[in-house]
């Protein structure tokens, strides 16, 4: 009778153990697909390049604003529009770009257009 009390305990030793290594096999499949599903900003930065310039066909310059929402991402892209001579008289323009918390693009729009050696103006 004490052998079977002895195999009993240690069968339910087995089963506690394999059920605790499943769950900690869960968290960490968890981690994986949150960190698979939040990308880095500087993947955000790239991938947001590339899509605008994919969509609008114009090479972006710089991102001057980067800021992570509740709803995902936003920055602002500056944009070679059109190309002149001098550079100086080169229209660019500033896009905002809205992005989803996997960095997919969600849409973009034009909030500012100006000649690269224009400054903005004063507001007081």
Same mark, same amino acid.
């Given at each position: 009778?004490?052998?079977?009390?002895?195999?009993?305990?240690?069968?339910? %030793?087995?089963?506690?153990?394999?059920?605790?290594? $499943?769950? +900690?096999? !869960?968290?960490? &499949?968890? #981690? =994986?697909?949150?960190?698979?599903?939040?990308?880095?900003?500087?993947?955000?930065?790239?991938?947001?390049?590339?899509?605008?310039?994919?969509?609008?066909?114009?090479?972006?310059?710089?991102?001057? %604003?980067?800021?992570?929402?509740?709803?995902?991402? $936003?920055? +602002?892209? !500056?944009?070679? &529009?059109? #190309? =002149?001579?001098?550079?100086?008289?080169?229209?660019?323009?500033?896009?905002?770009?809205?992005?989803?918390?996997?960095?997919?693009?969600?849409?973009?729009?034009?909030?500012?257009?100006?000649?690269?050696?224009?400054?903005?103006?004063?507001?007081?």
């Amino acid at each position: 009778m004490s052998n079977t009390s002895n195999t009993s305990k240690t069968q339910n %030793s087995r089963t506690a153990q394999k059920s605790d290594e $499943t769950e +900690e096999t !869960e968290e960490t &499949e968890e #981690a =994986r697909e949150s960190a698979v599903e939040r990308p880095s900003p500087m993947q955000v930065l790239r991938h947001a390049r590339t899509q605008l310039a994919e969509l609008t066909g114009m090479a972006p310059e710089s991102v001057s %604003s980067f800021e992570q929402t509740e709803d995902g991402w $936003t920055l +602002e892209v !500056e944009v070679l &529009e059109i #190309a =002149r001579v001098p550079d100086t008289m080169s229209l660019l323009a500033s896009y905002r770009v809205e992005l989803d918390p996997a960095g997919e693009l969600t849409g973009y729009r034009r909030v500012r257009r100006y000649e690269r050696g224009r400054a903005d103006p004063h507001r007081r």
